[in-house]
């Protein structure tokens, strides 16, 4: 495609753009500047206009039927997680009895692992990748020493190649195939959430088959993002949280994708609660826990519903825009802002910019990370009060996300303009 950088351009893209009345569905925050670039997507996603009502009816249903409502209520309490499964399998590419919405997403890793991670005296390596999100490198850690492991013996770290930013595919499946005897579990962000790299999650899970160990992985930056299809790339296991790409409002309950083939197998270990419980036999309160068939059968608790509403309001739209619209509007959305930035890089060659996501669009989602050496914090701090939401990360970095369901060629075009301003 090519690019200019003109406002006619911009809205001209925008015109066409099949998706464009999709922004309308979104509340933008106001700062008090006199424009705003919202590219927070990655961290928070914002809110669709039909939370409110959506999160009011089951205020009044609960004002209206108290307990009654979980089985008496417009969408019945007791069941209600159900109505979230068609639209989140069909954003993660899964068959309905392999996911659940439950929980948050380090407690359901944590959880997952209990039935994933089972490690032996000569197979209990973990092969992940180097910076990985602060929470996740917590969890193995803890994981690890749970099961009596050194964590600094348990956990390999595959990193970029000295001088590189990205991790090579390659370094990847061979770390992976050297330790093939020793490897209990590959697990990996589907997105890095620092540098936005897409790793190729079907041939990283052929290769952790291949040397007799389970594949995992952590998709917070990838649901919603990205096209997925965990079945067919047959994963094992997969959590995702719902706050960033799929907009379902702060801290809001995560998802799980369970494979079919491990969702009837009752002999792996796992911790259960009454709502993993069979539910044919779940009121009869006795003794004896049988799991439901399915990624169901790891739940542990009753749903929190007003968050589940929310939630509901929030992949619905997902279910009527489908995933492949968004990552083909994302594509050419995010190829914008990458050729912005390199324009900005070329202006500006004092500011040392220069963008550390991969560029090959297979590679990455909307999310794009820009080193910006030559300005460090300063710049950063400023593009707020100039009307830019972005997030910095040490050293230098600042990571932006296009989201192709209420960004537009404006935006990007708006933040070049600005950017132009604050450099100069
Ligand atoms: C956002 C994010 C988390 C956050 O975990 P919570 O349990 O939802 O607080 C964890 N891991 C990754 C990779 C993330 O991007």
């Known amino acids: 495609m090519q690019y200019e950088s003109t406002l006619e351009f911009a809205r001209a893209q925008d015109e066409a753009d099949p998706l464009q009345a999709c922004r309308d569905r979104f509340y933008f925050p106001s700062l008090g500047t006199p424009e705003i670039v919202y590219f927070t997507g990655h961290s928070l996603g914002l809110q669709p206009k039909t939370v409110r009502g959506a999160v009011e009816l089951e205020l009044d249903e609960w004002a209206k039927y108290g307990v009654e409502g979980h089985f008496h209520s417009t969408n019945p309490w007791y069941s209600y997680h159900e109505r979230l499964t068609p639209p989140m399998a069909g954003i993660v590419g899964a068959e309905e009895s392999e996911v659940v919405c439950m929980n948050s997403l380090t407690t359901n890793i944590h959880l997952l692992f209990v039935s994933f991670y089972r490690p032996t ?156 419980h069979d539910k044919k036999t779940r009121f009869q309160m006795k003794s004896g826990f049988q799991p439901m068939e399915g990624a169901e059968g790891w739940q542990l608790s009753n749903v929190p519903i007003l968050g589940m509403a929310a939630m509901k309001a929030s992949l619905d739209v997902f279910a009527e825009v489908g995933m492949p619209a968004l990552r083909e509007k994302s594509a050419k959305l995010t190829g914008y802002l990458e050729y912005t930035v390199d324009e900005l890089a070329s202006e500006f060659p004092d500011a040392h910019i220069s963008i550390i996501t991969p560029r090959d669009p297979d590679q990455r989602g909307c999310q794009l990370s820009i080193d910006i050496a030559g300005r460090e914090r300063k710049l950063f701090d400023a593009m707020i009060p100039a ?38």
Request: charged content about 25%.
């Open 121 to 276: 005296r000569k197979r209990y390596k973990i092969i992940s990748e180097a910076k990985m999100f602060p929470s996740d490198r917590y969890l193995l850690e803890t994981q690890t020493r749970f099961h009596g492991f050194d964590p600094e013996d348990a956990i390999i770290e595959v990193a970029p190649r000295d001088g590189e930013r990205l991790i090579r595919e390659e370094d990847i499946l061979d770390t992976i195939n050297s330790h093939a005897d020793e490897v209990a579990l590959v697990f990996f962000g589907g997105v890095n959430y620092f540098t936005g790299q897409l790793f190729n999650m079907q041939r990283l899970t052929e290769a952790a088959h291949a040397a007799g160990a389970v594949a995992g992985f952590d998709l917070a930056h990838a649901a919603g993002n990205v096209p997925l299809s965990l079945h067919d790339w047959d994963i094992d296991f997969a959590a995702w949280c719902s706050y960033k790409y799929l907009n379902s409002s702060p801290g809001n309950v995560g998802g799980i994708f369970v494979h079919e083939r491990h969702g009837r197998n009752f002999e792996l270990p796992r911790f259960g609660g009454w709502w993993g």
């Open 387 to 424: 009307g830019v939401i972005a997030d910095y990360r040490e050293p230098c970095i600042i990571r932006m996300a296009p989201v192709p369901l209420y960004n537009s060629f404006e935006d990007v075009y708006t933040f070049g303009q600005i950017m132009r301003g604050l450099l100069a």
